[in-house]
Nanobody, 113 residues
Framework: VQLQAFGGGSVQAGGSLRLSCRVSGAILSVFWSETMGWYRQAPGKVRELVASVTGSGAINYAESVKGRFTLSKDNAKKSTYLQMNSLKPDDTAVYYC?????WGQGTLVTVSS
């Protein structure tokens, strides 16, 4: 299973970015059933869960992003998306997508004040 993340970049506080993660090498039934989502790791900090969605569609968000970030999933495209609005400097991190035990390479999000 390979995951490829897109969409990172630099934005000013209050701006928006949309991250995408495309999964390849996984059969569709696996994609449907596995939990997938996004973690992030800021410089000098531990990796933390940002948002996840189970195979049944239950979505979980970190408290710090609730109301600002929206996770979605497109089963047909075997992709997941993280819409990030009202970005803050504290959101600066490398964002990693995952499905099950497989991880993508990470995409950097930088939010300036």
């Amino acid at each position: 299973v390979q995951l490829q993340a897109f969409g990172g970049g630099s934005v000013q506080a209050g701006g928006s970015l949309r991250l995408s993660c495309r999964v390849s090498g996984a059969i569709l039934s696996v994609f449907w059933s596995e939990t997938m989502g996004w973690y992030r790791q800021a410089p000098g900090k531990v990796r933390e869960l940002v948002a996840s969605v189970t195979g049944s569609g239950a979505i979980n968000y970190a408290e710090s992003v609730k109301g600002r970030f929206t996770l979605s999933k497109d089963n047909a495209k075997k992709s997941t998306y993280l819409q990030m609005n009202s970005l803050k400097p504290d959101d600066t991190a490398v964002y990693y997508c995952y499905i099950g035990l497989s991880w993508g390479q990470g995409t950097l999000v930088t939010v300036s004040s």
